[in-house]
Structures are given as C-alpha cells and as structure tokens.
C-alpha cells in the first residue's frame, strides 16, 4: 500500500476556498509526509492528469478542461511563500520512541528505562490526546506466544506511563509480535533489536 503523500492546494490568494473564479490558476505541490517519504500523487481533471513523485514538484490548472501542466520544480523559497500558512497551520510530526526489553521479558534494559521520563515530557509539552504503544518480540518461540509476549509489553509499557500520571483514555494498545520485526531473521533466531515497544506521541 503507497504512502500517502501530503498534497497542497493553492486558489490564487484564498488558500482554504473550494472554488477559483475561471482566471484563477490552482495550483498543487507535493511535499514529503512527516517521516521525510515522498509518494506521489495524481492531478487529474476533464482535460487530462499529471503524476508528481519528487518532493517540490508542482503543477498548475487553468481551468477544468484544460490539463494540468508539465510537472516542474519549485523552489523552497517559493513553496514557503505561497503556502506558508497552510504549512504552519499543519499538526507537528508524530515523536516515536523504541524502548528495548530483556529476552523472553517484559522487562526494560537499562538503557529504555531512561526514555521514559523523555516520554512524560513529550506527552506533557504537546498537550498530547493520542499515544499509541506496539509491542514487538524476535522470533524466539511460537507465533501465538510472541503475540502474547508482544502485547504484555505493551501492556507493561501502559502501566508504566498510567502510574507517571497519563491519562488512560489517551492510550491505544497492540502487539505486532514477531511480524514487522526491525531485523529480519530466520525463525528461532534471537534479535535483541526486534524485543521491542514502540511507543508514538502525537
């Protein structure tokens, strides 16, 4: 499944109208998503369609039976220039944090355990209202024990941050186990680096 890509619309001065006298030229550019990934994104009306795929790309309609214009570069400068509102008005980029457990545990290694007061601040400064934790695990062991190992550290990973002072509500919980791992791997094959819970702030 492509990456959705985050597309910008521009109707001459009025950046958020939903329709353009006919002298008017739209205009759209495709910037990166919040993980720096570009996918692409297809401008079409009665007249025609043109694919953008590179960042700063940018194509104009003149009208809705003329085609959109041959994809060109823009500038950074001119980007800014002409959606810097849209751009400033757009959420910050969600903040992921990997903590790393000991083998067959659910418990934290020293060096996780320090992320979680980085945690509590993140929440805290953003006003979060949506903190997503995954849980993770290597493939040590069966598929239905590694969900189930996943998930406790998840789980553990919520009791944790609840016990700080975060809200509950704020919070959703899965376990990946051993599918999605960081490191791919044989079966049965210890990684310390797939042992894991992502936790996402936004």
């Given at each position: ?122 929440v805290k ?75 996402t702030v936004?």
């Amino acid at each position: 499944m492509k990456r959705l890509p985050l597309a910008l619309a521009w109707c001459g001065l009025l950046l958020l109208a939903s329709s353009c006298a006919s002298t008017t030229k739209n205009t759209v550019v495709l910037q990166p998503d919040a993980d720096g990934k570009t996918g692409e994104v297809v401008v079409s009306n009665r007249g025609g369609s043109q694919v953008l795929t590179q960042p700063g790309q940018i194509t104009e309609i003149s009208n809705a039976a003329s085609a959109p214009s041959t994809p060109a570069q823009a500038e950074p400068a001119a980007i800014t220039k002409t959606f810097g509102p849209a751009l400033a008005a757009l959420p910050d980029p969600p903040v992921r944090y990997l903590l790393y457990f000991q083998s067959a545990s659910s418990s934290l290694t020293p060096e996780s355990e320090k992320l979680i007061a980085e945690i509590l601040s993140s929440v805290k400064t953003r006003s979060s209202t949506d903190l997503s934790i995954v849980g993770h695990t290597d493939r040590k062991g069966s598929r239905q024990q590694n969900y189930r190992l996943g998930l406790n550290r998840a789980l553990a990973i919520k009791s944790l941050l609840i016990s700080k002072g975060i809200d509950p509500s704020i919070i959703e919980v899965e376990s990946h186990g051993e599918d999605n791992p960081l490191i791919k791997t044989e079966d049965e094959v210890a990684e310390p680096r797939n042992r894991r819970v992502e936790v996402t702030v936004r």
